[in-house]
Nanobody, 126 residues
Framework: EVQLVESGGGSVQAGGSLTLSCAIS????????IAWFRQAPGKEREGVSAFASVDGSTYYTNAVRGRFTISSENAGKTVLLRMTSLKPDDTAVYFC???????????????????WGHGTQVTVSS
């Protein structure tokens, strides 16, 4: 059974930094993607960033490109999201998601993922 556990959320002031961690267990397939999504109150879940194991490709939504960095660590057992220059608009619950790669996968679409963590809150104050 695939399990994803997020940690590292918290409260920071605008301009600050946080690093989120997704601890991954139970993945037995070689070709997979891990993504970070976020959901602010009253808004839809948004794909923030993703990492594909097959070639190490990374993906970022325009709103975070240049400020956030996704990386796979610890032989794939941890995926980090390093967030810098945080803005109040980054305030949301951040979720880790995983999928065994298939043709219908598209990194920012939540419905193309099979496994989800419970989320970690990030709050950025102005």
């Amino acid at each position: 059974e695939v399990q994803l556990v997020e940690s590292g959320g918290g409260s920071v002031q605008a301009g600050g930094s946080l690093t989120l961690s997704c601890a991954i267990s139970g993945i037995t397939f070689d070709r997979y993607a891990i993504a970070w999504f976020r959901q602010a109150p009253g808004k839809e879940r948004e794909g923030v960033s993703a990492f594909a194991s097959v070639d190490g490709s990374t993906y970022y939504t325009n709103a975070v490109r240049g400020r956030f960095t996704i990386s796979s660590e610890n032989a794939g057992k941890t995926v980090l999201l390093r967030m810098t220059s945080l803005k109040p608009d980054d305030t949301a619950v951040y979720f880790c998601a995983a999928v065994r790669l298939r043709e219908t996968w598209y990194y920012p679409l939540a419905y193309t993922y099979d496994y989800w963590g419970h989320g970690t809150q990030v709050t950025v104050s102005s």
